[in-house]
């Protein structure tokens, strides 16, 4: 079953999805009412469900945070060694393919390996 289909199935059975925080999907359905084939398709296309819940908010927002920490701290990119610049100019493009590619994972990852570059 594809995500949209999964959301129709939900909403015919008063099941209701949430996303929260990185990569984690709430469900919430009557007691009894949930038809343990919609929970084990939800299970298996979570991943796109969040995608189609969320858009591309999840990768703007996680990405805005960690610019605005940085610049909450006062740090430049212009303060740190040539090597580390071209780290994070190297992980900004893999960032980019994870978040296109809808990767909520590897950009987490990717994400966090770039911000240990300015600390």
């Given at each position: ?23 984690r999907l709430k469900v919430r359905a009557p007691k009894g009412r949930v038809d343990e084939n919609l929970l084990n ?79």
């Amino acid at each position: 079953m594809l995500a949209a289909e999964i959301l129709k199935a939900c909403k015919a059975q008063g099941v209701t999805l949430q996303v929260l925080e990185v990569n984690r999907l709430k469900v919430r359905a009557p007691k009894g009412r949930v038809d343990e084939n919609l929970l084990n398709s939800i299970k298996d296309q979570k991943n796109d469900l969040i995608r189609l819940l969320t858009g591309g908010a999840f990768f703007d927002h996680h990405m805005d945070t960690a610019v605005h920490e940085l610049n909450h701290l006062g740090i430049s990119l212009m303060d740190f060694p040539q090597a580390t610049r071209h780290r994070a100019f190297i992980l900004e493009g893999e960032l980019t393919e994870a978040a296109n590619s809808g990767d909520r994972d590897r950009f987490s990852d990717l994400l966090e390996k770039w911000r240990k570059c300015f600390h």
